[in-house]
């Protein structure tokens, strides 16, 4: 196994060096790596007889990994605490970074209720999230708009039981004696019950107790300490929204949560594990359902977050896989003829919410008369997609023209620091020129780097000679977006009609 900083990069890392926060964590080799390192294959083909595998690898949970060795990377900050320092500021960003990317790609689920709109309501959705102002959604924003209702109503009505004790009790007031009581009183002395009693005139006798430590309020705790965290990490990354509704919604919540979760604690409730198993009052309250069923999903989306950490640049590459179809799909002339199904899946895994088919979508150009086709890791990339190792590309045909079918390719880098954009598209460029010696049925002349913007959009073109590459750096929400955007729309005309005459 060789590692590579960049996908383009003509020299490997040494031997015993280690990926740093600004890597991108790829590796390429001829043969399965049997050595225990973590990684998925990213594109898989031939070049010149022989098979090469392009790789990624996951960054590390906490500051460092091996197989391969990560050294320098920050940790994922953990839920409701906030910054301290320089290195957990940068970890904040990088995680505000990425919930962005999370908020975009899962707007694409409520977009799939109608197939034949997904990519309009897509549109809408994005064009709505370049407002900072209008906040994203998330879990905790539906909650905040569901759930305090029910967190006010359980508020007075906190679920209490009458526990039975034992404690010296005055005799006017005894009311039920169990037989433990009573073998304390018979060995006390005494011809009667008075006698026995002594001169506090008190005996052991049953007394019952109201006690709120019951498990659905464990688990109320738990939910309302889980959801003020949720809320205030939600609130510190939307500064900039703090007259929307969404923004005021959260921060309702969060204090309703904050105010419930100490009278909880002055009642003596405990705070639930997370693998409880619900009881009766669990399953069949209303109120009590409610907030078990919001708990588990604010669980989950813990879980799901440590995986989502790890494999940023999956989704990454899903978020750009997106944002070219929607540059197509925004095209006058542009006109869907076929989708791959998408398949949604309920968590994600190896830092993807969806499946789909190869390739996600062609488009015909009705009055160019020219397909094209997006392509995402494809299962058969052809020689000079393989040597150029990009996972993304664009597939434009003429038919009217019978031309050799043209590739465009695409990288996606994806890492922790912002990546030298410049550098980037002059050394791909490099890499495009040199695989035009390899024979192939197909042209491979141009390429696009979009990689993540880091709070400034920028865009770069290289040209060397017949090799073009545009470099584009975007972001998932605000202005970053937008201008992102934009230049991805301009690259894609620029491209799909070059060499029209």
Same mark, same amino acid.
């Given at each position: ?314 989704? %990454? #590459?899903?978020? +750009?896989?997106?944002? @070219?179809? $929607? ?8 006109? &869907? !003829?076929? /989708? ?70 695409? %990288? #996606?880098?994806? +890492?922790?620091?912002? @990546?030298? $954009? ?8 490099? &890499? !495009?020129? /040199? ?67």
């Amino acid at each position: 196994m060789r590692m590579r900083s960049r996908p383009w990069s003509a020299r490997y890392l040494p031997e015993d060096a280690a990926f740093g926060p600004s890597d991108c964590l790829l590796s390429d080799f001829e043969v399965p790596s049997r050595d225990g390192n973590q990684h998925v294959v990213l594109l898989r083909g031939t070049v010149r007889g022989r098979e090469t595998t392009l790789a990624l690898h996951p960054y590390p949970k906490r500051d460092h990994g091996e197989n391969p060795r990560r050294l320098g990377f920050p940790v994922r900050p953990r839920p409701g605490h906030e910054p301290s320092n320089d290195a957990e500021e940068f970890a904040a960003h990088a995680l505000k970074r990425m919930n962005e990317v999370l908020a975009r790609i899962q707007e694409l689920e409520e977009a799939l209720d109608d197939p034949e709109k997904t990519w309009i309501r897509l549109r809408q959705a994005w064009k709505r999230a370049e407002n900072e102002a209008d906040p994203r959604m998330a879990e905790i924003v539906r909650q905040a708009r569901n759930l305090k209702p029910v967190l006010s109503d359980l508020t007075t009505r906190i679920r209490r039981v009458l526990r039975r004790d034992r404690e010296l009790t005055p005799l006017a007031r005894v009311q039920e004696m169990d037989r433990a009581s009573m073998v304390w009183l018979s060995r006390q002395a005494g011809r009667n019950v008075p006698e026995r009693a002594g001169s506090s005139q008190r005996i052991l006798a049953t007394v019952r107790k109201e006690n709120f430590d019951t498990l659905e309020n464990r688990v109320l705790h738990a939910h309302v300490r889980l959801a003020a965290d949720a809320a205030r990490e939600w609130i510190r990354e939307h500064p900039r929204a703090s007259t929307s509704g969404r923004y005021i919604q959260v921060a309702a919540l969060a204090k309703q949560c904050r105010s419930l979760a100490a009278t909880l604690s002055d009642l003596g409730v405990m705070v639930a594990s997370s693998d409880v198993t619900p009881n009766y009052v669990l399953m069949q309250d209303r109120g009590y359902k409610s907030v078990y069923d919001a708990w588990q999903r604010l669980l989950q989306r813990r879980k799901t977050e440590d995986d989502l950490w790890a494999w940023q640049a999956e989704t %990454w #590459t899903d978020f +750009a896989v997106l944002a @070219i179809t $929607l540059a197509i799909d925004e095209l006058d002339e542009s006109h &869907l !003829v076929a /989708q791959s199904p998408i398949s949604w899946r309920a968590e994600a895994v190896g830092g993807r919410w969806f499946e789909q088919d190869r390739p996600i979508a062609v488009f015909w150009l009705r009055e160019t008369g020219r397909i094209v086709e997006i392509q995402a890791r494809p299962e058969i990339p052809g020689a000079l997609l393989t040597a150029a190792r990009a996972h993304v590309a664009l597939r434009i045909t003429d038919p009217q023209r019978s031309d050799i079918p043209r590739r465009v390719a695409v %990288w #996606t880098p994806h +890492a922790i620091d912002r @990546i030298d $954009l410049q550098e980037s598209v002059e050394n791909a460029a490099t &890499l !495009v020129e /040199q695989i035009q010696q390899l024979t192939s049925n197909e042209i491979l002349h141009h390429g696009l780097i979009l990689t993540p913007a880091h709070g400034r959009a920028e865009t770069v073109t290289q040209v060397q000679g017949r090799i073009q590459v545009h470099g584009i750096a975007l972001g998932a929400s605000g202005e970053p977006l937008a201008e992102g955007l934009d230049a991805v729309r301009s690259f894609v005309r620029s491209e799909i009609y070059r060499d029209i005459e």
